[in-house]
């Protein structure tokens, strides 16, 4: 269905028995599910989907070893499960992340840990090898369920060296732990939107259609690409829109103050000599004032982050210099003789994590559990999905439908826990299978292995359906970045909703944050979506300009300066 027959059809027939705010990762998993239990649901951005704090995450699918510090135990165990289902449900997009903490000392920050354990107030700046292995003796502990990695080892000074020649020489002893990371976090909620439409009729997902007021038993809701009111009238509200819930609440008539938003940005830096370095290892490292940063390896660049910033306005959050260089000098804290400059930085984001209200002092030690809080206008409830994490998505919208279903009077018939994900579903489990998937795919539509594989990467098991749909034009490359192909392009824009050229190239690809992003890319991309979404030569030409200011002012690409610009 088109986005203007769906909105045609919510015009038509607006009892739903769900409307769902915001398809963030929340919103998306509670849509999901919901669908999965054949229920009436109606899901709503007001923007495109995952574009808010669901795109600017570490992309860590982790247990919270830091919470250990905190004493949050319902909550790493929690994350622990959630992470090892997570590698069986989507294990296309969410893979094992062997992640290694440097040690600077034996005894270090054993008074404050245990000050902090029992919930007093102390700063952790040096974590030594003691403490460091009675937390990782713990997350090994939360982490057998359905365990999915190895456990925990330690490196002495001697194997440190040989493993990571050009980090600091002050590290005693390395910890290596295993985690996981999300390398497609955008495609993966529009997978969880897709799996519901495809699961029940009665589902019904619109973007760019805002919820904006509340009158007479019904929500109203703002086309934000027409400003068009329509009103929709729900049995049940969920407000999912993360940092902007009390602002959801506001406009429902009901104002609250559930949250207390920090601001975290990270940036991709270009510099191949730390990449290697790395050997596809995250590196979890306390800066100097304590603060836990990482770095990864992120498709051909690595990635870096993060800070923890109060902030009260979550709109247009952008990364600032001084967080970059923040940033950058804990880096060189790790590796002091690699060359790590601002030039490096080829991409950056920013977002709001939409934490609980709280009176900590360091946005770092209020919690990152979630809650659901009721509230009521009229007669309609509100369920407010505060806090949480993109790891525990499921874990939450499970806890949520649960709640619902019990006050629409319904039983589950359907568990989440061991549901796949989109393109995870059928997705090779050994290199044999992998090897065959790629022969198999490479034969059926005529493409080389290698570019088999890569769409395997991309899409999972799902890459049928992207190659099925593409027709004729799936095996011709684009002029301007060849791994990728015309009618794959066209089958995104046509099957995923997409509505700008910004959803084509931050959300429904992964172009922009792998470094790939060309005035010349942006173009032929532009042209592609004229014709598929029949854009007069007008809006191209806007989309065009918009893609452009938002990659230079809100990510930092460094675009040359263009016939483009001129026209803006
Ligand atoms: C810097 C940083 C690092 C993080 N790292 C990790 C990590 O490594 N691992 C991890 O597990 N978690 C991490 N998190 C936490 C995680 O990203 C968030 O908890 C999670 O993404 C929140 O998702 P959400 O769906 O609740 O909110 P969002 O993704 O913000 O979704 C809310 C949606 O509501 C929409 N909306 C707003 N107003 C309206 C309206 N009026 N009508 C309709 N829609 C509306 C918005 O457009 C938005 O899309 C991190 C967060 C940050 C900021």
């Known amino acids: 269905m088109t986005r203007e027959a769906a909105l045609k059809d919510l015009r038509e027939t607006p009892r739903t028995q769900v409307l769902v705010i915001g398809g963030g990762v929340n919103g998306a998993a509670v849509f999901r599910d919901l669908a999965l239990q054949g229920v009436d649901c109606v899901l709503v951005d007001s923007g495109d989907w995952c574009a808010g704090t669901s795109a600017a995450p570490s992309r860590l699918i982790h247990g919270g070893l830091k919470y250990l510090e905190t004493g949050e135990f319902r909550l790493v165990a929690e994350s622990t499960r959630e992470r090892n289902l997570l590698l069986g449900n989507a294990p296309h997009y969410v893979r094992p992340l062997p992640s290694v903490v440097p040690i600077h000392s034996y005894l270090g920050g054993l008074l404050a840990s245990l000050r902090r354990f029992f919930g007093g107030k102390a700063e952790l700046v040096d974590r030594g090898l003691l403490i460091v292995e009675l937390g990782m003796v713990l997350y090994d502990l939360f982490g057998a369920r359905h365990r999915a990695m190895p456990l925990h080892r330690f490196a002495l000074r001697r194997k440190v060296r040989r493993t990571f020649p050009r980090i600091n020489s002050s590290v005693v002893a390395t910890a290596t732990y295993y985690d996981a990371r999300v390398s497609h976090a955008e495609r993966l909620v529009f997978e969880l939107i897709d799996d519901a439409l495809r699961a029940h009729a009665g589902a019904r997902a619109i973007n760019y259609l805002a919820a904006t007021g509340f009158a007479g038993g019904r929500v109203q809701l703002t086309d934000r690409r027409t400003q068009a009111v329509l009103e929709v009238q729900p049995d049940i509200v969920v407000n999912a829109a993360g940092p902007w819930i009390d602002r959801v609440n506001h406009a429902l008539t009901r104002p609250t103050h559930y949250i207390g938003g920090a601001k975290g940005s990270h940036v991709v830096l270009d510099n191949p000599e730390l990449r290697a370095q790395l050997r596809d290892h995250m590196i979890y490292y306390g800066g100097s004032d304590g603060r836990v940063c990482l770095i990864y390896p992120f498709f051909d660049h690595v990635l870096l982050g993060s800070t923890d910033i109060p902030v009260k306005d979550p709109d247009s959050v952008v990364c600032d210099p001084d967080e970059t260089a923040y940033m950058l000098s804990t880096l060189r ?28 002092t360091a946005p770092g030690d209020v919690t990152r559990d979630h809650s659901l809080e009721k509230n009521q206008v009229a007669a309609l409830p509100i369920y407010s999905m505060v806090g949480g994490k993109w790891t525990t998505f499921r874990a939450f919208a499970a806890e949520t439908t649960d709640t619902i279903l019990t006050s629409l009077g319904r039983k589950r018939h359907r568990t989440t826990e061991f549901e796949p994900i989109g393109g995870g579903r059928g997705f090779p489990k050994s290199d044999g299978e992998r090897i065959d998937w790629i022969a198999r795919f490479s034969t059926q539509y005529g493409v080389p292995p290698a570019r088999s594989e890569s769409l395997l990467e991309r899409y999972g098991n799902a890459a049928d359906r992207i190659a099925t749909a593409g027709g004729n034009g799936f095996s011709e490359s684009l002029a301007s970045l060849p791994d990728y192909s015309r009618g794959e392009i066209q089958a995104l824009i046509r099957a995923e909703q997409v509505v700008t050229l910004a959803d084509l190239i931050f959300r429904r690809t992964s172009i922009a944050i792998a470094g790939q992003l060309t005035l010349a890319l942006i173009e032929e991309l532009a042209e592609i979506a004229a014709g598929a979404l029949n854009w007069t030569s007008a809006e191209r030409e806007r989309e065009t300009a918009e893609v452009v200011a938002l990659a230079r002012d809100r990510h930092g690409v460094r675009l040359p300066s263009p016939a483009v610009l001129e026209k803006i």
């Open 333 to 360: 804290d790790v590796f002091p003789d690699i060359a790590i400059t601002p030039e490096q930085v080829i991409y950056h984001y920013a977002g709001v994590r939409p934490l609980p209200q709280a009176d900590a």
